[in-house]
């Protein structure tokens, strides 16, 4: 009860931020390449409700990245997204970065930007489940 209402709140959150997200992204002029559109992986794996970590809901973190992080990083943070290549997003998934920074070190990126990455202003929990994401999508 007093969970739900929360998560109808940050639901709420990030629908407002997802969409102004959308309006801060520079323009995406590129073409369609058939590139766009593989993005391969578990199916169902992005679609489960079960609370990631901190409390933030599993669906909630995954339309934030849908939203605000997909047209750079790709699906699966691998910097395959349509707008990857132009702004050289880097490859998320790369074990030798991941060993190299520290789960905070993730947050303050989502939260300030760094060079061509805009700054992120999500809840707590958004980022945290962020950070989690990455986590779990690093290559073996
Ligand atoms: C407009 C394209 C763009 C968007 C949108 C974007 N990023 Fe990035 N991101 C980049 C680029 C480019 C870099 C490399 C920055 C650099 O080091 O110069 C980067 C770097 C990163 C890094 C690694 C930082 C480092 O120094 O190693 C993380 C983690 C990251 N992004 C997460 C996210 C998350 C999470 C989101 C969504 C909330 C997001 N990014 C949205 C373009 C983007």
Known sequence: MKRGKRLALLWRAAIAFALAGCDRTPGDVR????????????????????????GADQGLVDLA????????????????????PMVRAPDLTDPAWQDRVTDSYIAETIRKGRNQMPAFDLPDQVVSGLVQRVRASRAR
């Open 31 to 54: 073409e369609w390449t058939p590139a766009d559109h593989d993005q391969p992986g578990q199916p169902g794996a992005q679609v489960s409700a079960r609370p990631a970590g901190d």
């Open 65 to 84: 990245w849908q939203r605000n992080c997909f047209t750079c990083h790709g699906s699966k943070g691998r910097g395959d997204g349509p707008q990857g």
